[in-house]
Nanobody, 125 residues
Framework: QVQLVESGGGLVQTGGSLRLSCAAS????????MGWFRQGPGLEREFVSSISWSGSSSYYADSVKGRFTISRDNAKNTVYLQMNSLKPEDTAVYYCAAEGAGWGFGQKESDWHYWGQGTQVTVSS
């Protein structure tokens, strides 16, 4: 069973930056595709970004392309989400997710097998 723990959320002003981290345990991290989803107030959970097991392929929602960067460190069993040029509409609980196939390109919640508890990101205007 894979456990995921997110960190790095907080309050930031518009235009600011945050880096989220997700530490994985209980599985073979380098075999997992990793992703980030978010759920804003009153909204459905939505795909943000994902990365393949090797880090060679990454995917982004149109709303974050050019502003967010996903990366992973397989030696540290950790995936990161660097968020720049943050906007109030980025305010959400951000969830880390993992999937066992390793490709990391699924954008539906049902494509992902393991979930973290989430970390709150609030962007003030």
């Amino acid at each position: 069973q894979v456990q995921l723990v997110e960190s790095g959320g907080g309050l930031v002003q518009t235009g600011g930056s945050l880096r989220l981290s997700c530490a994985a345990s209980g599985g073979s991290f380098s075999d997992l595709g990793m992703g980030w989803f978010r759920q804003g107030p009153g909204l459905e959970r939505e795909f943000v970004s994902s990365i393949s097991w090797s880090g060679s392929s990454s995917y982004y929602a149109d709303s974050v392309k050019g502003r967010f960067t996903i990366s992973r460190d397989n030696a540290k069993n950790t995936v990161y989400l660097q968020m720049n040029s943050l906007k109030p509409e980025d305010t959400a609980v951000y969830y880390c997710a993992a999937e066992g196939a390793g490709w990391g390109f699924g954008q539906k919640e049902s494509d992902w097998h393991y979930w973290g508890q989430g970390t709150q990101v609030t962007v003030s205007s």
